[in-house]
């Protein structure tokens, strides 16, 4: 580990946001392990937190917005679920896509 990553570094605002970003990589291999261990749900937490990544702090912020109740319209679920399969964040897409049915069949929609 690099001696640029200490807590002294740290509480002295010497690192920020990006510095401490989760590898796509080590969180698909989380993923594995928890598979492995009989974990799939933790597994498939691991697989979308690698789609999102790469994707920048705001617009994974928005996207949790937009997937709180009465927050979105259907339109907008969709076109969410959109971007994010053109993305290749097609496990965080089909997750807007079921939360855009379940929120249509509980009143939940915007």
């Known amino acids: 580990m690099s001696e640029r990553f200490t807590v002294d570094a740290a509480v002295d605002g010497k690192l920020d946001l990006s510095d401490l970003r989760m590898d796509p990589a080590a969180l698909a291999h989380q993923a594995v392990v928890a598979e492995a261990n009989g974990n ?46 053109t993305r290749g964040a097609s496990r965080c897409a089909a997750l807007v896509r079921q939360a855009a049915v379940v929120y249509a069949r509980r009143g939940l929609l915007r």
Do not use: K
Request: charged content about 30%.
């Open 40 to 85: 799939p749900q933790l597994a498939e937490n691991f697989l979308r937190a690698a789609e999102l990544a790469i994707i920048d702090d705001e617009e994974v912020m928005g996207l949790y917005e937009a997937l709180r109740p009465h927050r979105s319209t259907a339109a907008e679920l969709d076109a969410l679920q959109a971007s994010l399969e």
